[in-house]
């Protein structure tokens, strides 16, 4: 098969799939209430095309989870061997954040931020349909491998050189959102995030001696700057520090905590003034698996209360703080699992406040499918192995330099006390620097 008709078959393969959504009872409606969610009307029809790819690759329907492009195979059954070979490959696509290292006569060659890798692209269209893109710029597209070669399904923005911050955050957002892209097409990277994951577990075992450790917010970031101390320098704090920081809430209760935001232009931000900055206080949960690595998880001692207490019903938000636990993609299956192991009446009392009849395996196939079919290690985890994560901490630091201010006293300042200068920063992030 010459390099034109391998081009023709795929970009006929991809139009077929993308008929059959706007045509199938099923995915037309579905799909119209996905343009509606992201609050698009009468898109005209190169911008159905354009909203038509995020739409095959990453949604999921049916009880069973079926991608996309596993309903289109079921319903049609006389594709050929090649436009199945295609299908294998498109359901293997990925979206990442790239930056434009070379523009070729028929693709591009760029460099993954988020898995740090190098691909040599192949272009399914024209290269004058992306005029205008040159090396130093970054590219958000998604892109699929077939045999030994990489194709470009879109691009879906183009990034000047100059927005490099933004970037950096963009793709870190991008990795705390699906920590596994940092590592599946890169074995390289897998290896390091396993050796660490490994290295961490021992530390957090030295440092705390347990593998969970339950404070609240207020408290949370203490214990977690000691944590990366302990890894970075040995340095262990006195007993008091602990005795301090280790502290529980009044009451158990979930509720909705207005300081988190989820847009990633602001995550940053939030990540670095930390859980101490927000206005409500509730239970922190920060716990080490051996197979995943770091979670720090809001509410957690609450959810395990709902299990723990006789009447459940006392908690405020019981149900509400089940079903987070349960949609919330940043639980993996391997905590419920905890959980579930230390209550004897985890799935008993689960079915009763949900009025369902779960097994184990059913409740984490329903929610926890993608943590149950394949590893994925914490966001945290896979941070600390990340160069742009290192880069873009440079960046902060250097921003953030601060000279100490005339006139104040620092001379009785704990590095964990709030700086004086009032930035409400703590001391060691702020004048100590420069003192």
């Given at each position: ?9 795929i ?12 045509e199938?009872?099923l ?8 343009l ?18 995020p739409?095959?690759f990453?949604r ?5 989870r ?10 049609n ?25 070379r523009?070729l006569?028929?693709?591009?060659e ?11 692209i ?9 005029r205008?893109i040159t090396?130093?710029?970054y590219v ?12 470009l399904l ?8 100059i927005?490099?911050e933004?970037?950096?955050?963009f793709?870190i957002?991008?990795i ?9 097409q ?7 995030i ?33 944590f ?13 520090f602990?005795?301090?920081n ?7 209760r979930y ?18 003034e ?8 509730y239970?922190i949960?920060?716990l ?15 959810f395990c ?5 006789e009447?459940?019903?006392t908690i ?11 949609e ?5 299956a ?25 097994t184990?395996?059913?409740?984490l196939?329903f929610?926890?499918?993608?943590s ?8 945290a985890?896979?941070?600390?192995a ?42 060691k ?7």
């Open positions: 098969m010459s390099v034109i008709e391998k081009l023709a078959i970009s006929d393969t991809i139009t077929k799939v993308m008929n059959f959504v706007l199938d009872e995915t037309k409606p579905d799909f119209n209430e996905y509606s969610t992201i609050g698009v009307q009468n898109p005209d029809p190169s911008r159905v095309q354009a909203l038509l790819i739409y095959i990453e999921r329907l049916t009880e069973k079926k991608t996309i492009i596993q309903l289109f195979e079921e319903k059954n006389d594709l050929t061997k090649e436009e199945k070979d295609i299908l294998s490959s498109l359901s293997k696509s990925f979206s990442s954040i790239f930056e434009v290292r523009v006569s028929n693709g591009f760029l460099y993954n931020l988020i898995n740090e890798k190098m691909y040599k192949l272009s399914l269209v024209k290269m004058n349909n992306f205008g090396p130093g710029q958000l597209s998604r892109i699929f491998p077939m045999g030994e070669e990489f194709y879109e691009v879906s923005n183009v990034i000047s050189s927005q490099k933004e970037v950096y955050k793709a957002a991008k705390i959102e699906k920590p596994e892209d940092a590592y599946e890169n074995p390289q990277k897998l290896e390091q396993e050796k660490l994951v490994v290295d961490f577990g021992k530390k957090f075992d030295e440092c705390f001696q347990k593998d969970e450790v339950i404070t609240t917010n207020t408290h949370a970031d203490n214990l977690i700057n000691l990366n101390i302990y890894c970075d320098e040995g340095i262990m704090p006195e007993k008091e602990f005795e301090e280790i502290k529980q809430v009044e009451n158990n509720f909705t905590v207005s300081d988190f935001k989820n847009s990633y232009s602001d995550f940053m931000e939030k990540s670095l930390g859980f101490s900055s927000h206005s409500s206080t239970d949960g920060i080490y698996d051996k197979e995943l690595g770091l979670f720090v998880l809001p509410f957690y001692q609450t209360k709902i299990y723990e207490v009447d459940y019903k405020q938000g019981y149900k509400d703080c089940i079903k987070n636990f349960f919330n993609d940043k639980v993996p391997n905590i419920i699992k905890k959980v579930a192991n230390k209550y004897p009446n985890f799935i008993e009392r689960t079915n009763q406040i949900l009025e369902t009849d779960y184990l395996d059913t409740l196939n929610y926890k499918a993608d149950v079919e394949k590893k994925i290690f914490s966001s985890s896979v941070l600390y990340s160069k742009i994560f290192e880069q873009m901490m440079k960046v902060v630091s250097k921003k953030e330099e601060t000279q100490p201010l005339e006139g104040v006293d620092y001379s009785n300042v704990g590095r964990n006390d709030k700086c004086p200068c009032g930035s409400g920063k703590k001391y992030n702020c004048c100590m620097q420069n003192s």
